[in-house]
């Protein structure tokens, strides 16, 4: 079991508001690569946030995008599509989607369409 699966969504989403909106990303954006990478909607996401869920509940909870299989890079110096871990590799999409509306990529694009 990884770091990654105890560590709260609730800990990390702050920093990833942060990260975005310092790039001049919006929480609204934030939360529409969420929806869409994990088919929870934003009450859904809410309530995690406010229970504290772990990574691991999260994403127990969602229904992975059939289209998150398109996203490839590398985070943390690994390549996300070669991750042998299926927790880590949902978070390190994640982080990914983060990245790429971080970096300016448009969101038809972060979001695969």
Known sequence: MSRLSEMSVARVY?????????KGRSQAELDEVIT????LDRAQVQAHLDAGSSFEEFFAASTLNPNASAITGVICGIR???????LDQ??????????ELAKG?????????
């Open 105 to 113: 990529k448009a969101m038809e694009k972060v979001l695969r369409s």
């Open 90 to 99: 949902k978070v390190r999409y994640l982080d990914k989607l983060v990245d």
């Open 36 to 39: 869409w990478l994990t088919g």
């Open 14 to 22: 702050p920093l990833y508001v942060q990260k975005l909106e310092r």
């Open 80 to 86: 996300v599509e070669d991750m042998t871990d299926p």
